[in-house]
């Protein structure tokens, strides 16, 4: 569910009630100031009562103060993660883009990581939107997904807590305006880990590593860049988020420490999955679901003669990298910095 799907909640559930659900909405309210409200009114009800002003410091109107609040809820309830234990996540095939249909049936376990590679537009991200939502052949795909080799419940699907699916995508926005301290104690409480400081402490150090420029503690989340933030949130779903699923959009896009990023990522015996044009990430997982104009193609087991190329492709990947870094020192790239190949 997204933030927009906590707003008919939000409108007509009393507050206290709002917090019973959402204990972490409390540090939401104090935050702006709105803490020791009545609790038996609503949100928008507590608001019309809110002089203009205060709200005006934070740049926010009415509308805006409900929205942030059930993007706040959402965030929270995606990052927390499901405590269950899966044992099989099958995509059973709809149809592409031409109504063809996709003769596929496709099991993945826990371990197992699978990237999705095929044309710009085949339809990659679609397939991962096709497991977050859990799709029931209600999607333009029509393609269904089972857990546990069984339909989920609809409680699953629609979860507002601990969700079986955390998703990395390309666009990470914060709304709320948290240090990224605030940002992963919230967390690390929701999950109610017996040393949040501890584990607030690693997942900043991880995401620092992994990120080019660095950031600190006291740094708002909301001025963090791209690569930063999803640095920050590959950290929070590897170290903090119970989800048995990763969804994992184009990380390469996100100028960090791929490598690393997914052997944090894949440690945990989790089932990943991630759209990728990177052929280093393509063949570092066990399979790849080839998409060819929506539909899936083909799923190919990496094999172990590509496994074997694989630290040829990471020797180029290096030269690539260097010379990248170089570039984003404002250096000039010296000629002899690039090996010999083969001209084509
Ligand atoms: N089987 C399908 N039936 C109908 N529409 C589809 C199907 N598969 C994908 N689409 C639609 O095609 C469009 C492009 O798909 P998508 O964004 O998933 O591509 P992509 O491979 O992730 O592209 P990129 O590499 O540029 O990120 C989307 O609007 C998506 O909903």
């Known amino acids: 569910m997204n933030a927009l799907g906590y707003v008919a909640e939000v409108s007509t559930v009393p507050i206290g009630e709002i917090l019973r659900r959402y204990p972490l909405a409390v540090d939401y309210l104090a935050n702006m100031r709105l803490a020791g409200v009545d609790e038996t009114k609503t949100l928008p009800e507590i608001l019309e009562d809110v002089d203009e002003d205060m709200l005006e410091e934070f740049g926010l109107d009415r509308e805006e103060v409900i929205y942030h609040f059930c993007a706040f809820l959402e965030a929270f309830s995606r990052a927390k993660g499901s405590d269950e234990a899966i044992s099989s996540v099958t995509i059973l095939g709809g149809r592409d883009k031409t109504g063809r249909p996709e003769m596929v ?9 699978v990237s999705i590679v095929g044309p710009t537009g085949s339809g990659k991200s679609r397939l991962l939107e096709d497991i977050e939502c859990l799709a029931q052949r209600d999607t333009p795909t029509a393609r269904q997904i089972l857990i546990n080799g069984s339909v989920p419940d609809a409680d699953k699907r629609f979860a507002t807590g601990g969700k079986l699916v955390a998703q990395l995508s390309q666009n990470m926005n914060f709304v709320m305006d948290l240090t990224v301290q605030e940002f992963l104690k919230m ?3 929701s999950r109610m880990i017996p040393d949040p400081a501890a584990v607030v402490e690693k997942c900043f150090a991880v995401a620092n590593s992994l990120a080019g420029e660095k950031f600190t503690l006291d740094t708002k989340v909301t001025q963090l860049s791209g690569g930063q933030s ?11 988020s119970s989800s048995p699923i990763i969804l994992i959009d184009e990380l390469e896009n996100a100028g960090i420490d791929r490598r690393e990023a997914v052997k944090l990522l894949v440690g945990n015996e989790k089932i990943v999955l991630m759209s990728t044009h990177d052929p280093l990430l393509a063949l570092r997982a066990d399979k790849r679901i080839v998409i060819r104009n929506g539909g899936i193609a083909k799923v190919i087991e ?27 020192g404002g250096g000039i790239v010296a000629k002899e910095s690039i090996p010999e190949f083969q001209e084509k």
């Open 187 to 189: 967390h690390a409480k």
């Open 230 to 240: 999803r640095s920050l949130m590959i950290a929070d779903t590897a170290l903090l």
């Open 302 to 328: 990496t094999t172990a003669e590509e496994e074997e190329t694989l630290h040829k492709i990471e020797a180029i990947d290096s030269v690539l990298l260097d010379i990248r870094n170089q570039l984003r």
């Open 105 to 113: 049936e496709l099991t993945i376990t826990p371990g197992e990581v």
